[in-house]
C-alpha cells in the first residue's frame, strides 16, 4: 500500500520558518521524482517545488530563494525547508511522488498539511 505521509504544518508568524516532511511508503522512493504542492483557499493547486531522483531541483518563482526542497532517499523522506514566509504562502501543502511505468505517468498524493503564515 503506498502511503505518502506529510509532517511539519503549523501557525507561523510572517518571516518565520517551517519545515515540511513527506515520508513515503509501499513505492521505490529512490526512483521518484518528488515534489510539493499547495493549494490556497480560492485558488488552484499549484507548483511549489520539485526534485527528480537525480536530485534536480525546480522551483516557483514565487518561493525561489525562500524554499528548498530536499531529499533522504535511505529515510524514503523529502522535506521543504520554507523560510521567510509570507501570508500568501498560507495554504496546504501536498507531497507528490511520481515516476514513468511502461510509458505512463504513475503518480501519488498525501492527504495535505496546513500551513499558515499570520500574526
Known amino acids: 500500500q503506498v502511503q505518502l505521509v506529510e509532517s511539519g504544518g503549523g501557525l507561523v508568524q510572517p518571516g518565520g520558518s517551517l519545515r515540511l516532511s513527506c515520508a513515503a511508503s509501499g513505492i521505490i522512493f529512490s526512483m521518484n521524482t518528488m515534489g510539493w504542492y499547495r493549494k490556497a483557499p480560492g485558488k488552484q493547486r499549484e507548483l511549489v517545488a520539485t526534485?527528480?531522483?537525480?536530485?534536480?531541483?525546480n522551483y516557483a518563482d514565487s518561493v525561489k530563494g525562500r524554499f528548498t526542497i530536499s531529499r533522504d532517499n535511505a529515510k524514503n523522506t523529502v522535506y521543504v525547508q520554507m523560510n521567510s514566509l509570507k501570508p500568501e504562502d498560507t495554504a496546504i501543502y501536498y507531497c507528490?511522488?511520481?515516476?514513468?511505468?511502461?510509458?505512463?505517468?504513475?503518480?501519488?498524493w498525501g492527504q495535505g498539511t496546513q500551513v499558515t503564515v499570520s500574526s
Open positions: 507528490r511522488a511520481s515516476r514513468m511505468w511502461s510509458g505512463k505517468q504513475i503518480e501519488q
Open positions: 526534485i527528480t531522483s537525480g536530485g534536480s531541483t
